[in-house]
T-cell receptor, first 114, second 116 residues
Framework: DSGVTQTPKHLITATGQRVTLRCSPR?????VYWYQQSLDQGLQFLIQ???????AKGNILERFSAQQFPDLHSELNLSSLELGDSALYFC?????????????FGPGTRLTVL | QQQVKQSPQSLIVQKGGIPIINCAYE??????FPWYQQFPGKGPALLIA?????SEKKEGRFTISFNKSAKQFSLHIMDSQPGDSATYFC???????????????FGQGTILTVHP
């Protein structure tokens, strides 16, 4: 158990809908990262927050947004969902922002868009 | 643009064998190279990592070999066990102006199967 929690575990929804994925980092970790894992694209970095502020953006679609709240939990919002958004979404946390700060991954949320 | 290329896609070895997974990167600014292990239904977990100022790092049965001039690094698993069967990802990250944001660029993954 990495100490990172993600809810829900599974999510099934329809095209055009909006969903929210939630992540609670390990106690004491200030950085939260979101990654998308799909069969064709592999593991892709989406976005990073540190202590409530956005720090880095990767290949995140404009339909996707995220935020980190004062209690450090984070939410990833996916809107106008398309079939291609079906994937595993992982949240990871680390104590800081340095590259050698180990990132601890949560168990993921499996999103299925029908 | 795939900046970290990983091979092979899948690998089958017998117990006790030494599977080797290779990765090549393009961006010379990368200066941190971790390997992650992922079991079905779980998130990736850090296995071992190396920085480019060393050519080899060993932790238990896992060894990273690093060739900076060739921009390649590899994972060797000594005395492999059935419990090592998992998907392995190499990754790379770069410091950005002294304050890194830690984002990882992953390889495509290697599915390792170790037969008893």
């Amino acid at each position: 158990d990495s100490g990172v929690t993600q809810t829900p575990k599974h999510l099934i929804t329809a095209t055009g809908q909006r969903v929210t994925l939630r992540c609670s980092p390990r106690s004491g970790d200030l950085s939260v990262y979101w990654y998308q894992q799909s069969l064709d694209q592999g593991l892709q970095f989406l976005i990073q927050y540190y202590n409530g502020e956005e720090r880095a953006k990767g290949n995140i679609l404009e339909r996707f947004s995220a935020q980190q709240f004062p209690d450090l939990h984070s939410e990833l919002n996916l809107s106008s969902l398309e079939l291609g958004d079906s994937a595993l979404y992982f949240c990871a946390s680390s104590v800081g922002t340095r590259i050698y700060n180990e990132q601890f991954f949560g168990p993921g949320t499996r999103l299925t868009v029908l | 643009q795939q900046q970290v290329k990983q091979s092979p896609q899948s690998l089958i070895v017998q117990k006790g064998g030494i599977p080797i997974i290779n990765c090549a990167y393009e961006n010379t600014a990368f200066d941190y190279f971790p390997w992650y292990q992922q079991f079905p239904g779980k998130g990736p977990a850090l296995l071992i990592a190396i920085r480019p100022d060393v050519s080899e790092k060993k932790e238990g049965r896992f060894t990273i070999s690093f060739n900076k001039s060739a921009k390649q690094f590899s994972l060797h698993i000594m005395d492999s066990q059935p419990g090592d069967s998992a998907t392995y990802f190499c990754a790379a990250s770069k410091d950005a102006g002294g304050t890194s944001y830690g984002k990882l660029t992953f390889g495509q993954g290697t599915i390792l199967t170790v037969h008893p």
